[in-house]
């Protein structure tokens, strides 16, 4: 196990207003190995919506026909801004659309998803309210397009996926109540099915028990994973050991057999990864640190195993064997006592066919950092919070994913990365 320290150099620019430069901190250059280590550089940040300081929901982001759009949550602890905010690929606003004040809280925009709903061949934006709706909008047009009750307000993105045998998408959309939905095109509640709650981020759409037919992947927040049939009967219901505030979920193929995994991480440190066929645990691992959390699965080394990235409120973040969870290098972000270490992400930012790792933590830092070593690569930082995890999107159609983090404050920055 290789155990690395990260340290950035870093210089923060203040007083600037609007989509400017705000903050940057990188070294970049070359390394002690010849290779160029990358630089990440700050391309926009938006406008100041309010005095807000708990954003925690991720962007969507798109690039369609030649232009970029990133669809912004933006929430408030204090009653007063709440926005779904459509920019472009300068991070100028194209239009927003703002929850009543009176349903205006910390969860009144979801993560949101842009996806064609209703299968016209154009995209929307879509997301769950705190007035208890999925609310669907034009993407370039912000005109409202569908809107359907849910049983309560919604935390994480919704899906959009070929669930059924009849011809055309659906939408599915978890609730904090535990309220299922899968939407037809047209609108229609295919199904509708009621939990205790399905608070784990980032349900998901697969074929977890390599049936031939895609399932959905939800999780509770008392430690119990779900895994529904498209027509939404129950496939599996599994109380994870020992588990307790479960809000982080992960899925994909750990170990070269043919059914998915699901990787779950507990606020108390335990991350388990389950067999997709019936919810059995394949391995668990107790990382000794508070506020574990997963979000990617994937063979970032390139050495064909995967791994799953976790972070945790010390600081660190862990690269473990998807198969069997061993630790294969730990990395420490920041020293710093942190209220929360959203989980990494993972993509291409210089289009070299290669996967770099983006990690950020509770203090404002953005790290890239090398998923075959945990060495960090550059970093960028703000003084200001991030409560949830970085967005990885080729926003412009150049072959390469660029950042985009949302901070507690409500400002999206959107970074680049170059090697």
């Known amino acids: 196990m290789r155990v690395r320290t990260a340290v950035a150099a870093v210089v923060v620019l203040v007083g600037l207003a609007g989509a400017a430069a705000f903050g940057l901190a990188g070294t970049g250059g070359v390394g002690s190995d010849g290779i160029d280590d990358g630089t990440l550089a700050e391309r926009w940040v938006s406008d100041p919506q309010a005095a807000l300081e708990s954003n925690h929901h991720t962007p969507a982001v798109a690039f369609v026909d030649g232009e970029s759009f990133v669809a912004v949550p933006i929430n408030s602890r204090q009653g007063k801004t709440c926005v779904l905010s459509v920019l472009d690929g300068n991070g100028s606003e194209r239009w927003r659309r703002t929850v009543a004040s009176e349903a205006c809280t ?26 208890k709706e999925i609310v669907v909008y034009g993407l370039r047009s912000g005109r409202e397009e569908f809107r359907h009750d849910l049983t309560s307000y919604g935390y994480a993105k919704p899906l959009v996926a070929d669930l059924l045998p009849a011809e055309g998408n659906e939408t599915v959309v978890t609730d904090l109540l535990g309220g299922v939905f899968a939407f037809r095109g047209d609108g229609s509640v295919a199904w509708q099915r009621t939990f205790d709650d399905a608070r784990v981020r980032q349900p998901a759409v697969a074929d977890f028990d390599a049936d031939g037919q895609p399932e959905i992947a939800i999780g509770q927040l008392d430690g119990e994973a779900i895994v529904l049939e498209r027509d939404g009967r129950v496939a599996w219901r599994t109380s994870l050991p020992n588990a307790t505030s479960v809000k982080w979920m992960a899925t994909g193929q750990a170990d070269g057999d043919d059914p998915i995994e699901l990787v779950f991480a507990t606020f108390f440190g335990e991350v388990m990864a389950l067999d997709g066929t019936n919810g059995s645990v394949e391995w668990r691992r107790n990382l000794s640190a508070r506020g574990a959390t997963v979000h990617t699965l994937g063979d970032g080394d390139g050495d064909g195993r995967p791994e799953v990235y976790v972070g945790a409120r010390d600081g660190t973040l862990r690269s473990l064997d998807a198969a069997n969870g061993s630790v294969e290098w730990t990395t420490q972000l920041t020293g710093e006592t942190v209220l929360a270490m959203p989980p990494p992400s993972l993509g291409d930012l210089d289009g070299d066919g290669n996967l770099e790792l983006v990690a950020v933590t509770g203090n404002g830092l953005v790290s890239v950092v090398d998923p075959t070593t945990g060495e960090t690569v550059d970093a960028y930082e703000r003084e200001v919070p991030i409560w949830t995890f970085p967005r990885l999107a080729d926003a412009d159609g150049d072959g390469r994913d660029e950042v985009f983090v949302i901070y507690g404050d409500g400002r999206v920055v959107a970074l680049s990365y170059r090697s």
């Open 106 to 131: 910390v969860h009144s925009v979801s993560d949101p998803t842009i996806a064609d709903f209703d299968g016209d061949g154009d995209r929307e934006v879509i997301a769950a309210t705190s007035t």
